[in-house]
């Protein structure tokens, strides 16, 4: 299991699946979705750090199976689609947060794509994937 996050609202748990390639759902109100768990987003191999924004009907995750990935895909629409939000200016992402009031998405780079350059860099973007620019390294 690679992340896990739950809809305060619904009971809704989601969690990635290195095994399944996919985004799970389930509810913590009914142990059989626990156990039987739909397939929420299943075009994704290695999903982790998941957050929901409800605001926007959308959720937010990091994939590292194919690269450095961040993705969005739709809440409302049982996330059978999802799109790259940001990939060129992600390196090795070790955490992401969404800010839902500025409408902006933070994460922090591991260290930069730069061969021995091991420093951080916190980085900001818009929800959409624009306007990805470097805070502080």
Known sequence: TNGLTIDSETGDLYWGSQVLLCILKGNINNINSLTNP???VTERSNPFRIIINKQDGKFYFLDHRYGNFLFT???E???YSSKVLASSDIYLP???EIDTISKKIYWVNSHSSFV???SQAIMVGNLDGSEIKQLMN
């Open 38 to 40: 739909v397939r929420f």
């Open 73 to 75: 895909a739709d809440f």
């Open 77 to 79: 629409n049982g996330g």
């Open 94 to 96: 070790s955490r992401f």
């Open 116 to 118: 021995n350059d091991n």
